[in-house]
């Protein structure tokens, strides 16, 4: 006898369907840039009418689809694998180099579209791979950051209504704050905010450019480098990534990196005009002053252990490179001014501690997260002190405001499935690797599981700045995949559909 | 003036009380037995009826009343009869709440409700609570011009350096008048003859400083500042006087038994450390060092368990003990077994009522020892019989019974002598005994 499922599957579909035709318009940008540059640009269109063409064929499924609550895992889990497997058709039809086979065309994309930032191209350059498809290749990173389905509640009106469940399964943190009685008007002014600080940033990267302090830093560049720092992507046509810039541009960067680890909340009170949000803000004053006291730390580790610090070695290389690399491994990005794969051990270790904290709730970024971090610093002071004072009855406040208990027990759990996760990953990446034979060290490893699961891109060793994850086995490619994309919607939405309460009770 | 008080609880019946000679009082009671019993026990005109009927508000006269005191036990109907009151005649309104939202929430709208004065019980109990547990064994503290001037009843120890001494002996102070002393139930108007005996209760009037530094050098004090403040019981009193000490800067903690109601507090009040236990573990209270806490207030529901938890602290060693005792009869009685203060919220409402009460001059009420006397703030006007004299001249023509505690001037403290002028526009504290009250506010 056949069970009924408990999940409206054709509403779900119809949704992840339209939310396809719609992502579908962003063809456009890689196929102006092929006329542009005179390319191929059949790839883009043939793909462009391929998902748009899918997407319109789902939605025929439910004409007027009403997904519950509990669908919504369902469509953002879904709108993220469909979205990452017609991002990949253009890597596959361009048919150049390591990227036209299917799992590593998969990877790039998944890569792309959750800000990760990890790849397995062999050779990075446009000349190799068109200016279009590199740009393609930045551009997944930007629709990803601030996110696909923030996006279409911003723009589709149908999703008025169940658009905060769907924003609260695919925006990083716990629970979405709805600035605006619309859900609407939230997803814009947070897109807006997005959008305008790229624009910002490309102006500024292209600015350095004219006045001769970039000359690496032309147009394309500036634009392609504006898609992957404000979603904390940290795909880059160039090779070297950041290292192929001047210091000027480096230390451009380091402050648009870090606004990307910023809940953009905050940055919409301020410009409705509470000046004090920012610095209000128990998360913002603590992802401030982690990121401040581990880049002091580094400067200082990298003077004592000679670390080479590119060409010009002195204070202010070491300042530079250690505030761009902590802020980069901090909250996800994944950019590097330098290959800090060169560095010495104790400096690699403060790098591989950054990268388990994340940014913050609500910025582009991925990992456990400030708020996390802080809420368990919190709980577990306040588990000292009860200890001492056993009737003492103390909530935890974050700004202040009391947390609820069951807030916390969640924040708990998902640290700790999130850590599970990322052992059970070394494990898994190191059982297959021995498998085939690969050689691989413990720390490429290491940070090869929580550089996928953490949307950070680059790790160490083989999968250094430098490098690149395509000597991998296939099945291991396939395990960072869903890494990457579990990573981005922050286990449960994906974990969920795994279970079997989900479809049948 | 025809007053209308609503509502004869023990705040309306205070009221009442205080009211009868001078003002033509109307009570409303919903409570036939109450009426009877008021009808015949004061000197007020009692109806029965529901005060929030606007038929019944009529009947007491509502047309032609100058003030409505609406104190209920609810707060809803207290607002209501105000909120009706006003729109049916030309009266001054004043309700009684116990929820301090609802107080917020008049504060931060002007005249809502139909209100003209709003007290809050549970607020000013705390208010109180906190003013005495600041100064060291003062018994009854109360601010005056805006805090220029100080008011403390202090009760002399057999080990205070003052026992056995005269007031002027003891008057080593440049800006602080001792007004009368308490004995037993005898009342004496203090001249500087007047000798001080172990177990008085003396009131004096002054700077806050040297009513500070009185209580510091002359009653036998300990240490100065209360820092370790312990409120069992988190009712709204209780809830009310922790935020009040959080609000001046104090980490009080606030005992209480309830699991859910603790949690509540605890996320009300960042500054203070709750803790769920019960008050009366004494293994608890020694393990958490309640004994040595300057301060305890006992502020649960009963005033039995009240008396109970004070006692406790006391036998541990705890400096001061403050009680919330709801039954009028029961404070002193309490006192007398060794709690330093009992509070009764109902007397504290009564007394800030009431204040509003008095002719217009008349800015600030203090009731001392259950209503034997009062300290009272005014403004000297041009009819006064203080105006333009010598105050020994003036005291001569008022009845005994009156002393010129303090003068604010332009915003100074004047010590009042004997030579002194006061001047219109001075604020005057005096202490008056109640015997004399009413004569004494008319001419002054």
């Known amino acids: ?505 | 003036m025809r007053v209308i008080v609503v509502g004869a609880g023990e705040v309306g019946r205070s009221i009442a009380a205080n009211l009868e000679s001078s003002h033509d009082v109307v009570v409303v009671d919903r409570d036939a037995e109450t009426v009877e019993e008021l009808t015949y026990g004061l000197d007020v005109l009692a109806i029965q009826g529901d005060g929030t009927k606007l038929e019944t508000l009529r009947q007491a006269g509502l047309d032609d009343a100058g003030l409505v005191i609406a104190c209920t036990d609810d707060d809803e109907s207290n607002v209501v009869i105000c909120g009706a009151a006003k729109a049916n005649g030309d009266t001054f309104t004043i309700a009684r709440v116990r929820r301090r939202t609802l107080l917020e929430t008049w504060t931060g709208s002007e005249g809502a409700f139909g209100v003209d004065f709003m007290v809050c019980t549970d607020l000013l109990t705390a208010q109180t609570i906190f003013r005495i547990s600041g100064l060291p064994a003062a018994q009854d503290v109360n601010m005056f011009a805006g805090g220029l001037v100080r008011m403390a009843e202090f009760e002399i120890g057999p080990n205070s350096p003052v026992a056995g001494s005269t007031v002027r002996e003891a008057d080593q102070y440049d800006s602080l008048t001792f007004a009368a002393i308490f004995r037993g139930e005898e009342m004496i108007v203090a001249t500087g003859e007047t000798s001080i005996q172990a177990g008085d209760r003396i009131v004096v009037i002054g700077s806050p400083e040297s009513v500070t530094g009185f209580a510091d050098d002359i009653v036998c004090t300990h240490d100065t500042d209360a820092d370790e403040v312990v409120i069992v019981g988190a009712s709204e009193i209780g809830f009310q006087t922790a935020r009040e000490f959080e609000e001046h800067g104090f980490n009080p903690r606030l005992i209480e038994q309830d699991h859910d109601r603790a949690r509540e507090c605890a996320e009300a009040l960042p500054n203070t450390m709750v803790m769920e236990n019960d008050a009366t573990d004494a293994e608890f209270l020694a393990r958490e060092h309640v004994d040595e806490a300057d301060i305890v207030v006992a502020a649960l529901d009963g005033d039995e368990k009240n008396l109970l938890v004070s006692l406790l602290a006391r036998r541990l060693g705890v400096d001061r003990t403050v009680a919330v005792i709801e039954n009028l009869e029961y404070a002193e009685l309490f006192e007398t077994v060794g709690i330093d203060v009992a509070i009764n919220p109902r007397e504290e409402t009564a007394e800030e009522i009431v204040r509003f009460t008095r002719t217009d001059h008349t800015e600030k009420i203090a009731m001392l020892e259950h209503d034997r006397a009062e300290v009272i703030e005014i403004e000297a006007g041009q009819n006064s019989v203080l105006t333009g004299r010598e105050i020994a001249d003036a005291t001569a023509d008022l009845p005994d019974g009156v002393v010129i505690g303090a003068i604010s001037r332009g915003g100074r403290l004047v010590t009042p002598r004997g030579t002194t002028v006061v001047q219109p526009g001075d604020h005057v504290v005096v202490f008056v005994d109640s015997a004399v009250l009413d004569e004494v506010s008319q001419v002054i």
């Open chain 1, 1 to 505: 006898m056949r069970r009924r499922l408990h999940v409206n599957l054709r509403a779900g579909l119809a949704l992840v369907g339209t939310l396809l035709a719609l992502l579908s318009i962003a063809f456009i940008v890689p196929i102006v840039t092929a006329l542009l540059y005179g390319e191929d640009l059949w790839v883009f269109v043939v793909s462009m009418a391929a998902t748009a063409g899918f997407g319109l064929l789902l939605r025929q499924l439910d004409p007027d689809p009403t997904p519950g609550a509990r669908e919504a895992f369902f469509v953002v889990a879904f709108t993220w694998l469909f979205a990452s497997i017609f991002g990949a058709l253009p890597y596959i039809l361009a048919g150049t180099g390591a990227i036209s086979h299917p799992t590593n065309a998969l990877f790039e994309s998944m890569s792309g579209f959750t800000t990760t930032g990890a790849t397995v191209m062999e050779t990075i350059s446009v000349e190799e791979h068109s200016h279009a498809i590199m740009l393609w290749r930045q551009l997944t990173q930007w629709l990803g950051g601030m996110g696909i389905i923030v996006l279409a509640v911003a723009i589709l009106s149908q999703l008025a209504v169940g658009g905060a469940q769907l924003m609260e399964a695919e925006t990083p943190g716990p629970g979405v704050s709805k600035l605006t009685p619309h859900i609407a008007e939230t997803a814009r002014v947070l897109w807006l905010a997005y959008i305008g600080f790229t624009l910002l940033y490309i102006a500024l990267l292209y600015g350095l450019h004219l006045t001769g302090y970039a000359p690496e830093m032309d147009a394309y560049n500036a634009i392609a480098h504006g898609f992957t720092t404000l979603p904390t992507g940290g795909f880059s046509p160039e090779a070297d990534s950041m290292a192929a810039f001047s210091p000027a541009v480096q230390w451009l960067v380091i402050p648009f990196m870090f606004i990307a680890g910023v809940n953009f909340v905050l940055w919409w009170h301020m410009l409705a005009g509470d000046r004090r949000a920012l610095i209000n803000d128990t998360e913002f004053r603590f992802y401030l002053g982690v990121v401040t006291g581990m880049t002091l730390l580094l400067t200082a580790v990298l003077a004592v252990t000679a670390s080479d610090v590119g060409p010009d070695p002195g204070l202010e290389s070491s300042l530079r490179h250690a505030a761009f690399q902590i802020v980069s491994l901090t909250n996800s990005t994944g950019y590097a001014s330098v290959d800090f794969d060169a560095w010495s051990g104790p400096a690699q270790a403060l790098l591989l501690f950054v990268m388990f904290l994340g940014g913050s709730t609500g910025s582009t970024g991925g990992g456990i997260k400030m708020l996390r971090w802080l809420v368990i610093l919190k709980s577990l002071r306040r588990e000292v002190f009860t200890s001492i004072h056993p009737e003492a009855v103390r909530p935890v406040r974050m700004n202040g405001k009391v947390l609820d208990e069951e807030a916390i027990r969640g924040i708990y759990a998902f640290t700790l499935l999130y850590v599970a996760i990322f052992l059970v990953g070394i494990v898994l990446l190191a059982v297959d690797t021995a498998r085939v034979g690969y050689d691989i060290g413990t720390i490429d490893l290491v940070s090869a599981s929580i550089a996928t699961l953490g949307n950070i891109g680059p790790g160490f060793g083989v999968v250094g700045p430098m490098a690149g994850y395509g000597d991998f086995p296939e099945t291991s490619k396939l395990l960072m995949i869903l890494y990457m994309w579990i990573g981005r919607l922050e286990l449960f939405p994906v974990l969920v559909l795994l279970t079997r309460a989900y479809w049948r009770s």
